[in-house]
């Protein structure tokens, strides 16, 4: 603030009179120092300047040699009356501003702007002290007019950041166009290439802001961890960004945009710089990319369908050939795809048809399906198609019951769990054929099942290796589950394939025998029979003969006494046995002739007695229990007729000799 000189203390009313005062140093507790100011007379007031000795010389220290730098130089109006200014004097390096050049009365203030200019980049930079005069003229409506001279003192500084700028080769930046640009193509796009050289004594900072997203900057020769949008370049060191368009297929199309370049150089135009840049990106041949297609889930046996997108990004309609790896999915062999259409690419979707059976596996899969551009120069292109075959696994994955003798009914299980995160639900049975051989029962996730002991037959199965239950969950998706086993296999032999009874006498029972063997490693089941009620079995007819052991096995055969002509019997003995080789059961077939009865002989006297006499008439001996007989072998009396059983030549009655009757 200037200074005044001492006036003569005023009284309190004296001091109540004045329309404008300025205030000076108290000189005691009682008394003000002031003056009236009927002159025009300022007050000049910089923040981070101060007054030199003469108390007319602002002194605003130190300010870069490069650059501009302002300062506010505050005029405060002390007098009575209202002023207007009027400013002389400056140099290149110093310019100024006035906001307002009028001032009321009392106090008013207004701002001189100071711009302190820099040396430009290029000239030789060094540290100086300047001083430049500027007058100040304050005059009031009456025409009163005062002078009020300055100095200005500064003293430049080469502590500062600025650089050296090559705009790809250009001292200005202006508008780059990378020109037109094929995104599928594999050689370098050209570049644009940033140059900053720190030419200044402090760390130049520098930054890149809202680079479009179709451009990449990245920085070169600068000593960081990795490639940043922000950085700084050390005195002496230079920087290079090397700026070029991202090549996709998102980006075909015209495009223009800005990146921002902040940094701490002490010029203003190089604070903020707008680097523009443009380009095209087209593909003049057709070039196609198909979509990736989500994964389908898909039950064995079951028919599916999906569509798979094939865009064309090309000028030209594209022709497509079509193959697959996997002999579950139809494909058609080739398709065509229109043209790109502006920015929109030419579509078309690819129609797959998935059947999978359940040799296919279960989880996830992935086949490749190749796309073969026939009008282009494009590789070919394969899409991966996923899918989750959906199923059902077990533990353990097979049945295998091993060894069973017979009589035995083991039981094996298994648990089973979904190939996904579904809860199961499952329904199990036999597969045809083996029925009667397994029985299955399901216990929530465990399917348990039972080798039964089947009876002699023809669905008795003796051994299995292969598919034996069908699995079912809720989804309808059926899985067969593979048993085994093995049963002790018998075999069954006889020593006689059919029995010959010879002649029996109508009326009299023949007895016979045959023998059976097990030639085998398991137990023989014997079950028999015979197709007449005159051929009988003796108990047991139903026995297990142990492996390496037979059986005589003993029959009877009763003929009817009433025949009146000789006759042939015949009938079977039927052995049902498991012997696993023997589809049918064996028959073992009994032939006899049955003769007629003549009647009874006679214990004593051989006499042929007549069936219905109790007693011999020759001699009285009872013949009530005498087998039947007949007359083959007999001899006969030529006298009395008799039949005799020729034990002695002569008959008992009469004396003659017996004749044989045949």
């Not at 007098?79 to 307002?100: F, H, M, N, V």
């Not at 010029?267 to 070039?287: G, M, N, S, T, W």
């Not at 297609?293 to 046996?301: C, D, H």
């Not at 002989?601 to 109790?614: A, K, Q, T, Y």
């Amino acid at each position: 603030m200037m200074n005044f000189p001492k006036m003569e203390p005023l009284t309190h009313d004296e001091f109540s009179e004045l329309k404008s005062f300025f205030i000076g140093e108290p000189r005691d507790q009682t008394k003000v120092w002031v003056t009236a100011v009927k002159t025009p007379h300022l007050s000049f007031e910089a923040s981070g300047a101060a007054y030199l000795n003469d108390e007319r010389t602002l002194d605003f220290g130190s300010v870069p040699a490069i650059g501009d730098t302002s300062e506010l130089l505050t005029i405060a109006n002390l007098g009575q009356t209202p002023l207007t200014l009027a400013i002389e004097g400056g140099k290149d390096w110093l310019k100024y501003k006035c906001r307002s050049p009028h001032l009321r009365a009392g106090g008013d203030r207004t701002d001189l702007e100071l711009f302190f200019h820099g040396e430009e980049h290029g000239e030789e930079i060094k540290s100086r002290e300047l001083t430049c005069p500027l007058l100040i003229k304050a005059k009031t409506p009456s025409g009163t007019e005062k002078e009020f001279p300055l100095h200005i003192n500064i003293k430049t500084h080469t502590h500062l950041a600025y650089g050296k700028f090559d705009f790809n080769g250009k001292a200005e930046s202006d508008i780059h166009d990378f020109g037109s640009i094929n995104p599928t193509d594999k050689g370098e796009i050209s570049a644009y290439r940033l140059s900053i050289e720190n030419c200044g004594k402090e760390a130049l900072k520098v930054k890149f802001e809202d680079c479009p997203e179709w451009l990449t900057a990245d920085v070169l020769n600068v000593k960081t961890s990795r490639k940043e949008t922000a950085f700084q370049i050390s005195p002496g060191e230079t920087a290079i960004t090397i700026i070029r368009p991202v090549p996709s297929l998102n980006f075909l199309g015209t495009h223009s945009g800005r990146i921002i370049c902040r940094s701490n150089d002490v010029r203003k135009k190089y604070k903020k710089l707008e680097l523009e840049f443009q380009c095209v990106q087209e593909i003049q041949d057709a070039y196609i990319v198909p979509k990736k297609p989500e994964s389908i889930e898909i039950i064995p046996n079951r028919t599916y369908t999906a569509d798979i997108p094939v865009s064309n990004w090309g000028k030209t309609p594209a022709q497509v050939s079509v193959k697959s790896q996997s002999q579950w999915i139809t494909l058609p062999e080739s398709f065509q795809i229109p043209a790109i259409k502006g920015q929109k690419p030419g579509e078309k979707s690819l129609q797959v048809t998935i059947r999978a059976d359940q040799g296919s596996g279960t989880g996830r899969q992935t086949t490749n399906l190749e796309l073969t551009l026939l009008n282009g120069n494009q590789e070919p292109v394969h899409i991966p198609v996923e899918t989750d075959i959906i199923g059902i696994e077990c533990d353990p994955e097979s049945l295998d019951f091993g060894t069973v003798n017979v009589k035995d009914t083991p039981t094996r299980s298994t648990t089973f769990k979904a190939t996904d995160d579904r809860e199961l639900y499952l329904k199990a049975k036999p597969l045809p054929g083996l029925e009667e051989n397994l029985s299955v029962v399901v216990k929530g996730h465990t399917v348990e099942a039972k080798l039964e002991d089947v009876p002699l037959s023809g669905s008795r199965l003796v051994t299995h290796d292969g598919p034996g239950i069908i699995v079912q969950d809720s989804s309808g998706y059926e899985q067969e589950f593979y048993v085994k086993f093995q049963r002790t296999a018998p075999s069954f032999e006889a020593d006689t394939q059919e029995i010959d009874m010879g002649e029996i006498v109508g009326g009299t029972t023949a007895k016979g025998h045959f023998n059976i063997s097990n030639k085998g490693d398991g137990v023989l089941i014997v079950d028999m029979r015979s197709d007449s009620d005159k051929l009988r079995l003796k108990a047991p007819q139903s026995f297990d003969l142990s492996p390496g052991s037979d059986a005589d096995i003993y029959f009877t055969l009763n003929s009817r006494e009433d025949i009146e002509t000789e006759q042939q019997f015949g009938g079977e003995i039927i052995i049902r046995n498991n012997d696993p080789s023997r589809d049918d059961a064996q028959k073992i077939p009994v032939r006899a002739k049955v003769l007629r009865p003549e009647g009874k002989l006679c214990p004593s006297c051989f006499l042929l007695v007549s069936l219905n006499h109790p007693y011999c008439p020759l001699c009285g001996t009872p013949v009530k229990d005498a087998a039947p007989v007949s007359d083959k072998g007999l001899a006969i009396c030529p006298k009395c007729k008799r039949k005799f059983k020729p034990e002695k030549p002569f008959c008992p009655k009469d004396g003659k000799r017996l004749k044989l009757l045949n």
